[in-house]
């Protein structure tokens, strides 16, 4: 599948593709937007950097508020 971003910090939130085999790079502490808007699965591996507890590496919260997605 290929995941679709939308990051403030990126092109305004313009959404962009990640896909299969493909990486990107994102400071800690930074909120975005991902998603799978097909039908394919996506698979997600992640390296955290700067994270004091695991439990802390994926918090939930609210889109981005300058991201209408």
Do not use: M
Not at 20 to 36: D, S
Not at 54 to 67: E, G, H, K, M, T
């Amino acid at each position: 599948g290929t995941l679709t971003v939308l990051d403030p910090a990126v092109g305004g939130c313009n959404p962009f593709a990640v896909a299969r085999g493909a990486a990107f790079v994102e400071p800690a502490h930074h909120l975005h937007l991902a998603r799978n808007d097909g039908t394919k699965p996506v698979v997600v591996y992640a390296l955290y950097l700067g994270v004091d507890k695991a439990a802390d590496a994926n918090l939930p919260d609210a889109a981005p508020a300058s991201c209408n997605g």
